[in-house]
C-alpha cells in the first residue's frame, strides 16, 4: 500500500506535476474501490464494471462516487459495530476489518481532499 505516500513528495514543485499527482491518486482510489468492491459483491461485480463512468463521465461524478462509496464504507462499519455491541454479530474480526477499511477509505479521501486543495492553491498563485 505504498501508493498513497508513493505520489509525488509535495506539491512544492510545478502545478503540472501536482495535477499528474492528483489524478494518479484519483485513479489509484477509483482501482481499490472497484476492487473492494468486486471482493464484498462477488455477484454484482459485472454491474459496476458496466456503468463505470468513462472520460464522458467527467470529475465530478467520479468524485461524487467515491464519496458515495466511502460513506457506504463507514455506514457499514458502522452497523457492523453496533451489531456487535449488542451481539448480533460474534465475528470481532469481521467487525474490526470493516472499521479499518472505514479508517483506510476516509484517510484516502482525505489525501485527495488535501491535493485538491493544494492543487486549487497553486492554481490561484499563478501569474496570468
Do not use: C, W
Request: glycine share 14%; charged share 20%.
Amino acid at each position: 500500500m505504498s501508493g498513497i505516500g508513493g505520489i509525488g513528495g509535495g506539491m512544492g514543485g510545478t502545478g503540472a506535476a501536482g495535477i499528474r499527482d492528483i489524478i494518479a491518486l484519483r485513479q489509484q482510489i477509483i482501482d481499490r474501490s472497484q476492487v473492494l468492491q468486486q471482493i464484498h459483491a462477488p455477484q454484482a461485480a459485472a454491474e459496476p464494471q458496466a456503468s463505470a463512468p468513462g472520460p464522458a463521465g467527467g470529475f465530478t461524478d467520479a468524485l461524487k462516487t467515491a464519496l458515495h462509496a466511502v460513506s457506504a464504507t463507514q455506514d457499514k462499519a458502522e452497523a457492523l459495530s453496533a451489531g456487535y455491541e449488542r451481539g448480533e454479530v460474534t465475528d470481532v474480526a469481521k467487525v474490526m476489518l470493516a472499521r479499518q477499511e472505514s479508517g483506510v477509505a476516509f484517510e484516502a479521501t482525505l489525501q485527495v481532499r488535501n491535493r485538491l486543495l493544494s492543487a486549487y492553491q497553486d492554481i490561484m498563485r499563478m501569474g496570468v
